[in-house]
Structures are given as structure tokens and as C-alpha cells.
């Protein structure tokens, strides 16, 4: 199976700050990388996929990147509503794998 | 506009079968790329993809769960399932079903609310 490191577990950012989420793969999946948001109670919401497009509706002040096996998410200027708990998934092979999550709160 | 819906036992007993049913409008599981997956997320913990099936009635399965999963669908009543045998406690989760655009990739682009499922004695 293919193991997904997502990293910092949580952080703790000041509005209008910029943030960076790191997910590791543990073996080369190409662009197959999603990022996904979930805030309390909700389903989770997809943000970015193919590494770097973003999803529909989704604010341009995310965006996504690759660099070999490690797959970075940036929120370039924090909102209030960008607070939650947010996911890196691998679909390059099953079994699908998430990384185990990082929760970003408000500083 | 694309939108699915969970539906499940809320409770059961362990050793018995869950049975979850996804009923989606708004895309057909008959289209070419299209599929639906199921994903569940124990209370206050991370998410587990479980399994896909595809417009061409291909399934894949997480092999952790040895052998316990069957997905399903009913094309034309726009509805997936996915039964679990021989529950226990560590399959108490949220249960979500997720549509899946398999022509931009394989990725879960809309998903149901989800649907909390409870193993008890």
C-alpha cells in the first residue's frame, strides 16, 4: 500500500497569513493527489486535484503543488472559513490511501 | 446538480451485516468514467476509503477488510450499496459514498452528508 505523511498533524495560523500543508508519498504517484477540507460535521470537500488544479468554487487563494513525492497545499492569504481539518488522498492505486490529517485552527 | 445520500441501520449488533445504500441524481453510474466510492471516518478520527465501483461495473477493494466488502449498484434507480459482514466495534464510523468523475481522475468530487453507524451489543 502506498503511505500518504501529511505533516504538520496541526497548526495554528493568524488571518491573512499564509499556510503550507506537506503530504509525502511513499512511492512515486505522479499528479493522482487531492487535497480535501472538512470542517465539524461536514462532509469533506474537494479543493484540489491533479496535485494542482484547483476544484470548482474553490477560492483562488488555494492552490496546489508537487515536487518529486512530496505534495504541498497553500492557502496564501488565511480566512476566517478556511478553519478545519484538511486531507491529502492518493488515487493512483487502490487501495486509496488519506493522510492521517492536519487540523488548522485560528492563532 | 449532483448530490447523494446515505441511508443505513444507524444501529446494529456485532457479527451481523451492514448494508449502506447511496442514492445519487444529478450523473448515471451507466456514463463512461463515472463511479461511485465508499469512504467511512470513525468518530473524531481520519478517513478509510473502502471501495469503488465504476460505470462498467468494475469494483476495487481496501484489502484490509479482508474479503468483508461488496459494492453494488442499480443503475437504474441511481443507487449504490456496500455491505460490510461480520461487524465488530471498530466498524462503528461515519459511512460516506462519494461520486467519483473518472475522467479527470479518480478522485471523490461530490459527496453525501454521510451516515452514522453504531456496532453495540
Known amino acids: 500500500d502506498i503511505q500518504m505523511t501529511q505533516s504538520p498533524a496541526s497548526l495554528s495560523a493568524s488571518l491573512e497569513e499564509i499556510v503550507t500543508i506537506t503530504c509525502q508519498a511513499s512511492?512515486?504517484?505522479?499528479?493522482?493527489l487531492a487535497w480535501y477540507q472538512q470542517k465539524p460535521g461536514k462532509s469533506p470537500q474537494l479543493l484540489i486535484y491533479?496535485?494542482?488544479s484547483l476544484a470548482d468554487g474553490v477560492p483562488s487563494r488555494f492552490s496546489g503543488s508537487r515536487s518529486g513525492t512530496q505534495y504541498s497545499l497553500k492557502i496564501s492569504r488565511l480566512q476566517v472559513e478556511d478553519i478545519g481539518i484538511y486531507y491529502c488522498?492518493?488515487?493512483?492505486?487502490?487501495?486509496?490511501?488519506f493522510g492521517a490529517g492536519t487540523k488548522l485552527e485560528l492563532k | 446538480q449532483v448530490t447523494l445520500k446515505e441511508s443505513g441501520p444507524g444501529i446494529l449488533q456485532p457479527s451481523q451485516t451492514l448494508s449502506l445504500t447511496c442514492t445519487f441524481s444529478?450523473?448515471?453510474?451507466?456514463?463512461?468514467?463515472?463511479?461511485v466510492g465508499w469512504i467511512r471516518q470513525p468518530s473524531g478520527k481520519g478517513l478509510e476509503w473502502l471501495a469503488n465501483?465504476?460505470?462498467?461495473?468494475?469494483?476495487y477493494y481496501n484489502p484490509s477488510l479482508k474479503n468483508r466488502l461488496t459494492i453494488s449498484k442499480d443503475t437504474s434507480n441511481n443507487q449504490a450499496f456496500l455491505k460490510i459482514t461480520n461487524v465488530d466495534t471498530a466498524d462503528t464510523a461515519t459511512y460516506y459514498c462519494?461520486?467519483?468523475?473518472?475522467?479527470?481522475?479518480?478522485?471523490?468530487?461530490?459527496w453525501g452528508q454521510g451516515v452514522m453507524v453504531t456496532v453495540s451489543s
Open positions: 444529478g450523473f448515471s453510474l451507466s456514463t463512461y468514467g463515472m463511479g
Open positions: 462519494a461520486r467519483i468523475e473518472g475522467i479527470v481522475g479518480n478522485y471523490f468530487d461530490y
Open positions: 512511492q512515486d504517484i505522479g499528479n493522482w
Open positions: 465501483i465504476w460505470w462498467d461495473d468494475d469494483k
Open positions: 491533479g496535485a494542482t
Open positions: 488522498l492518493q488515487a493512483y492505486s487502490a487501495p486509496y490511501t
